[in-house]
């Protein structure tokens, strides 16, 4: 796929890739432009809850279209009825885990700001999906202790996409709140590749190394992270899951 600089979109020796906002190259955006356009039924609501997250306080911070139905297929594949995501925007990726939990499942979403709440509502209503989600505004740290105290029915899968320094922090609500058998994923762990960096005093960066470190050091999960590149650069999710009860790892 060549593009104006009559290149694939590779780097060449001694040149600066091509970078738009976030930092990726050509070929990437045209892949993800291919496979969205080929494979990814984003409708007019959803279309519509994306373009309104350059009016909410972190504009353009949510998944692409195809990581949304990604999230959206993970949770259909863990047959999840009820789920939790930490960090909701405009509820884009919402409405992905509202869809695919269908008629009688649930989704609760904690949102500290009160501007990307209301945003994240009105798409929500439009997509005639407000009946099954509960947006819960206030530190999603908070909000899930109370979920917790609250003896909150298990969910099946977690989304943890909010404030990356307190990833550590939210696996552990992810842990108290889900039961063996449960999927959690994790967005944005490499960062541009900056997660190998053991001495980074980036908090984002601590935050995602310290997950790991936990992840690894839990023998209840079981844990993969894929790195990805696409239009909005280089970066990558972890998913776990909960090892059912008996089960070997990978079961
Ligand atoms: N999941 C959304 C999507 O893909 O459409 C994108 C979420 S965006 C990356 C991160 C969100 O987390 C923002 O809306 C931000 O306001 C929220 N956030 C940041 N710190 C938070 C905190 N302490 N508690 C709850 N939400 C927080």
New binding site residues.
Partial sequence: MADSTGHDGAPTPGQDPPANRYGSLPAWRAVDDYFVRSLVAEDEVLAA??ES?RS???PG???TPN??ALLGLIAQLAGARRVL??????????IWLARAVGETGRVV?????ET?AAIALTNLERAGLADRVDVVR????E?ARRLVEAGTEPFDLV?I???KP?NPRYLEAALRLTSPGAVIVI??VVRDGAVIDADSDDPRVRGVRQVVEDIAGNPELDATAVQTVGVKGWDGFIVARRRSAGSASGA
């Fill in positions: 809850a994306r997250g909410t306080t972190m911070a949510e998944v990581q949304g995501e930490l960090g909701t925007l405009a509820g884009y990726s919402t979403t904690l949102e500290l700001e990307n206030g530190p999603a740290a909000s989304f996409d909010a404030d307190s967005d944005n």
